[in-house]
């Protein structure tokens, strides 16, 4: 049985990182394969992803990480965009990948809101992971993967704790 109830409400999940171009857009498109793959969808109405700078609007994910994202059949399309305070209200929960960016969206966040603002990490439930998804963009592409078997790991490990077997 599955622990929560769509046809009561549906979840909105925000994915953020600092240029939107590497990491989150990356894990939008890894929950929503994910979410797919394990027949979730009808739980979920919005999985979106943007970052705390502006520095890339408009920009396509960097191609480093659509090559991580399509070697591994995992389609991704994505415009860079920039959060802001308004955003708060479209969604249940806004995931940081790093502290930084969890520290950005917490000064951020309307003080009336219900959002939660979590690392992705908070999900892990296996430690040879490691909680916090490091800026690849000055590195090579290792660290794109290593971000891709993160993300598939805390993706995987949300769906379970939030919504449940089915
Ligand atoms: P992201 O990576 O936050 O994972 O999208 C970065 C992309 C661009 C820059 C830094 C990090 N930048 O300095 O432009």
């Avoid at 549906?10 to 929950?31: D, H, T, W």
């Avoid at 705390?52 to 480093?64: K, Q, Y």
Wanted: proline content about 5%; aromatic content about 12%.
């Amino acid at each position: 049985m599955a622990a929560f109830d769509p046809s009561e409400k549906k979840i909105s999940v925000a994915f953020v990182c600092l240029g939107n171009i590497c990491r989150s857009p990356m894990a939008e498109a890894v929950f929503k394969h994910t979410v797919k793959e394990k027949g979730y969808s009808e739980y979920f109405k919005t999985i979106d992803s943007f970052g705390t700078s502006g520095w890339h609007i408009g920009e396509s994910p960097d191609s480093r990480s659509a090559k991580t994202c399509r070697k591994h059949g995992v389609p991704v399309n994505h415009a860079a965009q920039q959060i802001s305070p308004r955003d708060f209200e479209k969604f249940d929960y806004v995931i940081a990948m790093d502290t930084s960016n969890k520290e950005d969206l917490l000064h951020m966040k309307p003080r009336n809101s219900p959002t939660k603002v979590n690392l992705f990490g908070d999900w892990r439930t296996n430690e040879k992971f490691q909680k916090i998804v490091d800026d690849p963009y000055y590195g090579g592409i290792n660290g794109f993967e290593t971000n891709f078997e993160q993300l598939t790991h805390f993706s995987e490990e949300f769906l379970k704790k939030e919504i449940g077997d089915i």
